[in-house]
């Protein structure tokens, strides 16, 4: 439920709002010491209250000051609730069961901050500048250290352990023209940090006889440039858009040796990505309704290196493929170097969509 108000002055525009979120998982979480004795106890309810506000305040005749905060909640992927919920945690031997769901997560948490400025050129232009700041808790984690059953046996557990935060400055340009053409820039800086990318990363750590991250690391989707633009052009019967990104390359976490590997977490990056789409449809004046269109993805058929071998940072150089040469394997299928081209490093090739719309 939610409740929210718009109050318009002469000189401030204003938006109140609170939400209230309520979460019953209905289901039993298991006990950090598992004992016979002990059973499961009951997941409680999650009560959610977030409160929003945004200010609007013009500071000249073609500025506006813009400001917002506001509380956001979501509650955890059901998955982890019940991620092997049918383990059976009564079973004897020393080994390690795995991770256990958890349906007493609490939901992760955003406190998000906004401040802005725009400013309209003229008529047909105006530029827009907004800072803002996201403080992200509760974030779903695995804990490190195992939990022991009463018959020797161990299991992880996921609990809210990881946080992060996300900071950038967003430069925004926007442009008609009365001949149809239209155009857009902005350009984004970004940081975005936390303890783990994965609700995994702990368990594994310690699956590897490896230490857990106990510092802020850049995330995986960090990415700290990031330009778009776009060109449009408009008439009665036909359009046309060009929408081109670009983009720094997001970090990794390079090799050196099984020692080090922890110490050095995304502290590379992988290359830059570009990318231009096109978009065209067109109007047919005596099928009302009708509208063709016609758009390709990925334009210029430029294949960006979205993953990397982790010894040289790109896609298609490693050391690995030297290595498996020198054993002098046979292979029945392919070539060894088609198995070090792996597809899945690079994005999707030009894709062309074809297509009707039909409007009632």
Known sequence: AYIQDKMEYSSMIMNLGVRYDAFVPSDSSISNLVYPEAGKTKANNKIMVSPRVGVSLPITEKGIFHFSYGH???IPKFELLYYNADIDLDRGGTGNIGVIGNPDLEPEKTVSYEIGIQY?????SALDMTMYFRDIRDLTGTRNDVIF??????YNKYENSDFAFVKGLVLSYKKQFLNGFSTTFDYTFQQAKGTASNPFDAYNSSQANEFP???????????????????YYDS?????????????????TPFISNNFANLITNSKTKPMTSNVDLRTYMNFPRLNGVKLYINIFNLFDHLNQVNVYNDSGVADRTIYLQ?????????????????FNNETFYSSPRRVEMGFRIEF
């Open 72 to 74: 956001f909640f979501q």
């Open 120 to 124: 309209k050129i003229d008529s047909f």
């Open 149 to 154: 059953t009463y018959n020797g046996a161990t």
């Open 236 to 252: 009665k019967n036909w359009g046309l858009g060009l929408i081109g990104k670009i983009g720094s390359g997001q970090p990794y």
């Open 323 to 339: 290595e498996a040469l020198d054993q002098n394997t046979d292979e029945l299928i392919n070539t060894i170097e088609d198995y």
């Open 213 to 231: 991250e106990i510092h802020i690391i850049p995330l995986n989707w960090d990415q700290r440039h990031t330009i778009n633009a776009t060109l």
